[in-house]
Each structure stands twice: as structure tokens, then as C-alpha cells.
């Protein structure tokens, strides 16, 4: 177990004073900019962390978790952050909460700055574009334990708490077939990410499995934001022929294009049937109320919250590379019953 840097440490290497050190660090005028420079990459290559938390610094503990999610105004992420908090609050913890805003280098610097202020434990989610997890190394490198939960990279290092993708993705699409839908739209986001790419592997797996040909202009990969999402909902109404049935990542994505096809003069569910996904809110607002699948983000953020405290007393290891995964439901309402409206 590597043992915390200190200005001693950064002084001794650079044959400079520790004082002149701690006045760097600190961003104070007197020192010298290129000296100043020579110490803030010597304490980055040394893996310092400023102690923020002074008063705890003998137990080595500063009793608190650092969270980091990619967006906050998602019904999802809230439910998350209630199941972390109603665990922590328990367990006599604190948050400090990074929001990356889809970008990774936000979440970069979110985790550098939580590393800084010697948080005892991480949980977080990753961004659209996260190519690499360089940035949870020195978590690693101090047995400092991380959870990452919905979000995740498979195979890396930490605990994850993930539901099976795959199969929801599954389900949400056999649910349309078995409606008759065989022009079934996906609309998705960055395929590089778990979670978008393991449902579209389960849209594709339910179509080879009942004999209906992959058409590659029944995808769209989008950001998922407001307006994208309505220029896609009117992209699908004017296509000739009309796909039958769409199948969206999310709930306002699929909120938004039965807004837009209604207004179009398109039907849901008799001319396109519509599925989401993560049973927001939205879900029972909008006429007709939408099929979706229940992704339980209160219970993703207790069992992320469980783990990462377990963690922390030393019951369950750290930094383990488990993975956790949670029951998923598809919940059927009128959005995607072609057959019953059929009947009447």
C-alpha cells in the first residue's frame, strides 16, 4: 500500500525548501512561475493530494464519499443519488457530488479534484465520451475503494453495479415483434458506452432471432438531447415506408417522439408503436402512457452506496473487480399495444 506524498517528500526531490513548496502549492505570488511550474508536475508525477481536511489528518479518513454522475436533470440519476445518500447518511458519511455534463474531461477533473479533497470512496458513472479510466488510477494506486455503477467500462478495475442490458434491450424489442411491429426503429446514443451498446446488441439479437433483417436506416445514434431528439422524431415521421414500432434508450426520448409523431397525424400505437427505457416520471404523463423498462435507480444507488461502505470497513476487500447486476422489468402500458387497439 502506497503511502501519502507529502510537501516533505516534493521538497526532498526537488531540492527546494518546504516552505517554497507549500507556498506553490498554494498558488502564492512570491514564489517563482517557472519554480512554480517544476513543483505542480513534480507533485502530479508523485501522486500528491492536498489535505483539505487538516483536522483528520492523523486517522487518515475524512469521512467522506465523492460521487460523480454525467447529468442531473434525469429522474434516473436523482433516484440514484437517493438511494447513495439514504446508505451514507447511515454509515455516518458525507458527499461531495461532481456533475460531468457528458464530457469527459470535466469528469476528469471531477475526479482529480475529489482525489484532492481525500475522499475516502468513490462511486461514479461515467461520461459519453470516457475512452480511458487513467483518471481513477490513483484511487487505485491508494486502496481507495470505487464503485461504478449504470455507466461502467467492463473488465476494468472497481466494483460495478450495472442491470443486464442486454436482455432489456431484448425484451423491450420482442415485445414490439410480438405486437406484429417488423420495421422496428432504435434510437440510441454513443455505442462505445455499456449501456447503449448491450441494448442495441439485444434489439439486434431479438431481430435475428425472429427472422426480421437488420435495416440500418431503422438506427439513429444521437446525443439525446431535447432538440436532437425532436429532429429525430420528425426524421422517422416523414420516412416512406413508416417504421412500425420504435424502441428508445430512454423515456423522454420516446416521450418526445410520440409528442412529435402525434403532431405529425401519426397514431401510437396503431401506426408506430413505442417502448422506452428507466420508467421515469414522463412515463405515466404522457398520452398514451409508455411501455418502458423499470431500471430501479434507487436501488442501483443503495447497492452502489452497500458496497462502497462494506468497502470501507474492511468487509468486502477493495477494489475488487465484481460486477453487480440488479433485476430489470419491462412494464407494459398503451404506448406499444398495436394488438389490443386492433381488437377494438
Do not use: W
Request: charged content about 25%; some cysteine; proline content about 3%.
Amino acid at each position: 500500500m502506497h503511502k501519502d506524498i507529502t510537501i516533505y517528500d516534493l521538497a526532498r526531490e526537488l531540492d527546494l525548501s518546504a516552505a517554497t513548496v507549500s507556498r506553490a502549492l498554494k498558488d502564492h505570488p512570491a514564489i517563482n512561475k517557472n519554480t512554480k511550474k517544476r513543483i505542480v508536475e513534480k507533485a502530479e508525477e508523485m501522486g500528491y493530494r492536498s489535505n483539505n481536511f487538516a483536522s483528520n489528518l492523523r486517522k487518515q479518513k475524512s469521512h467522506t464519499i465523492g460521487v460523480i454522475v454525467h447529468e442531473l436533470n434525469s429522474n434516473f440519476i436523482t433516484s440514484v443519488l437517493a438511494g447513495i445518500e439514504k446508505i451514507t447518511t447511515i454509515a455516518n458519511y458525507d458527499l461531495i457530488i461532481g456533475h460531468s455534463s457528458e464530457l469527459a474531461s470535466k469528469e476528469i477533473a471531477n475526479a482529480n479534484n475529489l482525489f484532492h479533497k481525500r475522499v475516502d470512496g468513490l462511486i461514479a458513472a461515467l461520461a459519453f465520451d470516457t475512452d480511458n479510466m487513467d483518471h481513477y488510477e490513483p484511487f487505485f494506486e491508494r486502496n481507495i475503494p470505487v464503485v461504478f455503477f449504470d455507466r461502467v467500462e467492463e473488465g476494468s478495475k472497481g466494483t460495478k453495479v450495472i442491470i443486464d442490458n442486454y436482455k432489456a434491450g431484448f425484451q423491450a424489442t420482442q415485445h414490439l415483434i410480438d405486437q406484429g411491429c417488423k420495421r422496428i426503429m432504435h434510437i440510441t446514443s454513443n455505442l462505445k458506452r455499456n449501456v447503449y451498446a448491450q441494448r442495441y446488441k439485444g434489439y439486434l439479437a431479438a431481430l435475428k432471432e425472429n427472422n426480421i433483417p437488420f435495416d440500418e436506416s431503422l438506427l439513429i445514434v444521437n446525443d439525446l438531447k431535447k432538440e436532437t431528439c425532436i429532429a429525430s422524431a420528425h426524421e422517422i415521421a416523414s420516412m416512406k415506408p413508416l417504421p412500425d414500432g420504435i424502441f428508445t434508450t430512454n423515456d423522454l426520448t420516446a416521450a418526445l417522439s410520440i409528442q412529435v409523431l402525434k403532431e405529425r397525424g401519426i397514431r401510437v400505437p396503431e401506426d408506430i408503436a413505442v417502448v422506452g427505457f428507466n420508467n421515469d416520471t414522463i412515463s405515466i404523463i404522457i398520452e398514451p402512457k409508455l411501455t418502458t423498462i423499470n431500471y430501479p435507480g434507487m436501488d442501483i444507488g443503495e447497492m452502489a452506496a452497500t458496497h462502497l461502505v462494506k468497502q470501507l470497513q474492511g468487509s468486502n476487500g477493495t477494489n475488487n473487480t465484481s460486477s453487480i447486476v440488479l433485476k430489470s422489468e419491462l412494464i407494459i402500458r398503451e404506448s406499444s399495444l398495436k394488438k389490443d387497439k386492433a381488437k377494438k
